[in-house]
């Protein structure tokens, strides 16, 4: 009988399991070539020789070196694979999110690197599903912003300039009953906007549900929509969203209590980060959670200058 891998299940148990360099690679390995078949990520040749001593394959084919981060979110990390792993398991199994402040106390790296770090591990939490939700779906849309009375008299002068919504960030939700959860920045509430996110990712047919916001008139003639009108209630029957309305209260528990302040450039990372907790959350354990983060860390890439927005000025400096 095959001897089952040993994999960690807790907290404790990971941050056990990849302090230990060789089980750390192993592990990270098993996660990236699946096969055993290692492949380089440059030329996809499995032509190479491996440098036991320091962790890399050489490839004959295009005489280049490669580690395992070659082409996931961890290339030219500095920070070794235990940490990455460590705050993966953190940042998809806390309900409520977890703060580069925590992050850089707990792994002992710096609040800039913690926060680097967090960024490109949303990147691989992110959906991109094509597959349309049928069946009942709400759709719903509420405004991400700090609150006024929670802001010094200066920023608040600088950032305030009108009342309500005004300086908010438009969210947009679309909840399928029993099912996942898909949120996206929005330019605004107008009827063209919000119609098109519908039909990209409701298929036509299927029970919808919303709110009295006139921007969802019309719908009817390609789904079976009903409306709820809040000023009179919030249920009737099945008609309500407030499916969305939990969601919302916890996507904000989780800005206002953990994160504290999100500039609207990068909301939709924690957008991305949220969903994936909440469409993971059933029948599946931590460490299935994980996992499914994990194998999604290849071929995609995030760099500091793009997250800070300095990538047009780096290649304007390069010129």
Known sequence: MEKRTETPQTLQEAIAYFADPGKCFEYAVKLRWPSGKVTCPRCDSDKHS???SRRIWFCKNCERQFTMKVGTIFEDSPLGM????????????????????????????????????????????????????????????????????????????????????????PVMGILKRGGEVRTMVVDNRKKKTLQVEVNRHVRAGAALYSDELLSYEGLGAKYAHQVIDHAVSYVEGNIHTNGLENYWALLKRGIAGTYVSVEPFHLFRYLDEQAFRYNNRKDMTDAERFELAMGDVFGKRVTFSQLTGNEQFDARQAN
């Open 82 to 169: 235990d940490k990455w792993m460590t705050a993966m398991w953190l940042l998809v199994n806390c309900k409520n999110g977890i703060s580069s402040c925590e992050i850089a106390r707990d792994l002992g790296i710096s609040q800039k690197s913690a926060w680097f770090m967090a960024h490109r591990l949303r990147l691989a939490m992110q959906n991109g599903s094509f597959k349309k939700l049928g069946g009942e779906v709400e759709v719903d849309e509420t405004f991400i912003g700090g609150k006024a009375r929670n802001m010094h008299l200066a920023k608040k002068q600088r950032r305030i300039t009108g009342c309500g919504t005004v300086d908010k960030v």
């Open 50 to 52: 491996f440098i036991s």
